[in-house]
């Protein structure tokens, strides 16, 4: 294995593109890979990389790792793609990463942990704004209330989605949604609680979603009460709300299919103006009972932070610092990880007590 060889996983997707494009610009040399060679053969061709194209099911999958030292998993839905990916980096000796912020997908890899310590490997899903960002932010809340029985966490954001965020979005309709109790994860109705959060930017309205943090935070902090917010204006809140009873028919394999040709059809994702003029607005509680602390941050556009984020956890590892087992952005670097991306703000407000 060469040190400063590194893979990415689903390079041509919208996500995968801007990475690679990115590191190519930053002067780093990934391999290209995917499942389709002739999309890999045009990037490659206009990035001067080398490509490999294979499909996760190749048995030969671990041989074609052999000699990387990092795979960067950019191909979702992960929960489709984490397992073959991370059973081949396990058995090659490779570091894995990826942009997930599937919980699921996080409850399954924290699964190989032990293995990941005997073959020497770290395993990090959620190096993009799922979850750098959030998962700094509750480590940085549990520094400064050790003793806190409760987290939440949400943000607000504005830009778009990608085709892949939206086909992963699909895969969860009629699931609804999940937050944690006494450490365990529990289940709950789709806008199961709405409450208005000042995300810096004055009182918006957000309801409960199950985002990434619900199960990173947990093993980040061990605080045992999660839950995780999105701002979205009343009526979207108010339609969620029918996913309870529109949950049978949404769960359908045909309809999701439906759902997601229609994706394939009409969503590009983001611009580079879109991405460059919009941020995001991440805002997080805690509390011990006693007293209520609260801190916000302000970041680029989610994909520009993906994008940052995800080299700069890369770079740390070709460096050589790479914890082994299983990890989270933050059990990993620290709270202040996020602090190191171009653009990121971080406001810390004072403690709020009881009356």
């Avoid at 570091?95 to 997930?100: K, R, S």
């Avoid at 073959?119 to 750098?132: Q, S």
């Avoid at 619900?214 to 605080?223: E, K, L, N, P, Q």
Wanted: aromatic content about 8%.
């Amino acid at each position: 294995m060469t040190d400063d060889r590194w893979l990415i996983y689903g390079a041509y997707g919208y996500t995968g593109e801007l990475i690679a494009r990115e590191a190519v610009d930053r002067g780093l040399d990934p391999i290209l890979a995917g499942r389709t060679r002739g999309k890999l053969d045009r990037l490659a061709e206009d990035l001067g990389c080398d490509f490999r194209a294979f499909g996760l099911s190749d048995e030969a999958l671990p041989q074609l790792l052999d000699d990387v030292a990092i795979v960067l998993n950019c191909a979702g839905p992960f929960a489709e793609t984490y397992e073959p990916m991370v059973g081949a980096c396990l058995e090659s000796g490779t570091h894995y990463l990826d942009i997930t912020g599937e919980i699921e997908v996080f409850e399954a890899i924290k699964g190989y942990d032990e293995r990941a310590h005997e073959a020497d490997v770290m395993l990090l899903p959620g190096v993009g704004f799922d979850v750098v960002p959030s998962d700094c932010l509750a480590a940085h809340l549990a520094e400064r209330l050790p003793d806190a029985e409760s987290l939440a966490l949400g943000f607000k954001a504005e830009g778009g989605f990608s085709p892949g965020t939206m086909k992963t979005a699909i895969d969860g309709l009629g699931e609804g949604g999940m937050i944690r109790r006494g450490g365990q994860l529990e289940s709950v109705p789709a806008a199961w609680k709405t409450r208005e959060i000042d995300f810096g930017d004055g009182p918006a309205m957000a309801t409960t979603f199950p985002w990434g943090d619900v199960s990173t935070a947990h093993h980040t902090t061990g605080i045992p009460d999660i839950e995780f917010y999105l701002a979205f204006p009343p009526s979207t809140i108010e339609r969620m709300k029918y996913q309870r009873y529109l949950a049978p028919v949404l769960s359908l394999g045909p309809v999701k299919s439906l759902l997601k040709s229609l994706v394939d059809r009409k969503v590009d994702g983001p611009d580079a103006e879109t991405r460059e003029t919009t941020d995001a607005l991440l805002w997080g509680e805690v509390s011990d009972g006693e007293q209520t602390l609260t801190s916000r941050l302000r970041t680029p556009n989610t994909y520009r932070l993906t994008t940052l984020s995800a080299l700069e956890i890369l770079q740390r590892v070709l460096d050589g610092d790479a914890p082994v087992g299983y990890q989270t952005p933050a059990s990993a670097y620290g709270p202040d990880l996020v602090l190191s991306i171009e653009g990121v703000e971080r406001t810390d407000e004072p403690a709020e007590t009881p009356n």
